[in-house]
């Protein structure tokens, strides 16, 4: 524990560079970009018109302003997949900083994950413009979005941690990740109600299996239904985002001294 709280202060004394990470990966994401910061509305606008299609083509829900729904879930899931993408290649990425000076090596998936965090904040304003002008109704369960947003940033940088570690050493993870994230997309309830497939043992696993079905769940409660997500599933939830946290820095930390080499 004393090693963890020792590394946390370290990380907090590279502050600045981890700014500076976070400006520099915003910045790249939109250079040459015709429309630039747009896109952060544009895009979640984009895939909610075609999930949405997709829904009704399969008849996956006939509830009102279901639109609003999917839009919920689809900013969560952007956030999270950019997080995991952009996490996995921090290292490689920046093999030729890591090579010359010395810095907690930490702050590579971290800056990615905070700058796809600011990414979501910037697009969370298309969601109540949205909601707002079909009429859903919105509530203060809302004042809660910022606690579910914490458990999902502590979840992405666990997995973030993880994966960055593994590509470093298997360079095929970046291959692996495309079809795994592919396959998580339709695992997670992003156009479909987990509710309507938890009563069979197939989506009580979903929601064991997959804590991104539960994090994705807790947004569309607040953010579509209006109401607060019991307490101890946010907590399950929070607790299970800790412990991949801390396992996956915890691999990070132990194979991060031979990066230098590795790169």
Same mark, same amino acid.
């Given at each position: 524990?004393?090693?963890?709280?020792?590394?946390?202060?370290?990380?907090?004394?590279?502050?600045?560079?981890?700014?500076?990470?976070?400006?520099?990966?915003?910045? @790249?994401?939109?250079?040459?970009? &015709?429309?630039? &910061?747009?896109?952060?509305?544009?895009?979640?606008?984009?895939?909610? /018109?075609?999930?949405? /299609?997709?829904?009704?083509?399969?008849?996956?829900?006939?509830?009102?302003?279901?639109?609003?729904?999917?839009?919920?879930?689809?900013?969560?899931?952007?956030?999270? @997949?950019?997080?995991?993408? @952009?996490?996995?290649?921090?290292?490689?990425?920046? *093999?030729?900083? =890591?090579?010359?000076?010395?810095?907690?090596?930490?702050?590579?998936?971290?800056?990615?994950?905070?700058?796809?965090?600011?990414?979501?904040?910037?697009?969370?304003?298309?969601?109540? =413009?949205?909601?707002?002008?079909?009429?859903?109704?919105?509530?203060?369960?809302?004042?809660?979005?910022?606690? &579910? $947003?914490?458990?999902?940033?502590?979840? @992405?940088?666990?997995?973030?941690?993880?994966?960055?570690?593994?590509?470093?050493?298997?360079?095929?993870?970046?291959? $692996?990740?495309?079809?795994?994230? /592919?396959?998580?997309?339709?695992?997670?309830?992003?156009?479909?109600?987990?509710?309507? =497939?938890?009563?069979?043992?197939?989506? &009580?696993?979903?929601?064991?299996?997959?804590?991104?079905?539960?994090?994705?769940?807790?947004?569309?409660?607040?953010?579509?239904?209006?109401? *607060?997500?019991?307490?101890?599933?946010?907590?399950?939830?929070?607790?299970?985002?800790? $412990?991949?946290?801390?396992?996956?820095?915890?691999?990070?930390?132990?194979?991060?001294?031979?990066?230098?080499?590795?790169?």
């Amino acid at each position: 524990m004393r090693g963890l709280v020792a590394d946390a202060r370290e990380i907090w004394s590279y502050r600045s560079l981890l700014y500076m990470l976070v400006v520099r990966d915003i910045k @790249s994401r939109y250079r040459n970009s &015709v429309l630039g &910061v747009l896109w952060s509305f544009l895009q979640p606008l984009g895939m909610m /018109l075609v999930m949405t /299609l997709v829904s009704g083509v399969v008849n996956a829900s006939t509830r009102p302003n279901w639109h609003v729904y999917v839009l919920a879930g689809l900013l969560a899931w952007n956030f999270f @997949s950019a997080s995991v993408v @952009s996490g996995t290649g921090s290292v490689i990425a920046n *093999a030729a900083l =890591v090579k010359k000076i010395y810095f907690p090596r930490a702050v590579l998936p971290l800056s990615t994950v905070l700058s796809s965090l600011v990414n979501f904040l910037l697009a969370l304003p298309v969601f109540l =413009v949205v909601a707002l002008a079909s009429g859903h109704r919105l509530t203060e369960a809302l004042l809660l979005l910022p606690v &579910v $947003i914490a458990i999902q940033t502590v979840f @992405s940088a666990g997995i973030a941690f993880f994966l960055a570690t593994l590509n470093v050493y298997y360079r095929d993870t970046q291959f $692996i990740l495309e079809l795994g994230m /592919l396959a998580l997309f339709f695992l997670t309830p992003i156009w479909y109600d987990l509710s309507t =497939v938890t009563t069979s043992s197939n989506g &009580v696993w979903l929601r064991r299996l997959n804590p991104m079905a539960s994090i994705v769940n807790m947004y569309q409660d607040l953010m579509y239904k209006g109401v *607060a997500t019991n307490a101890d599933f946010i907590l399950r939830t929070a607790v299970t985002a800790l $412990i991949v946290l801390v396992a996956g820095y915890l691999v990070f930390r132990r194979y991060s001294a031979n990066f230098g080499e590795e790169v």
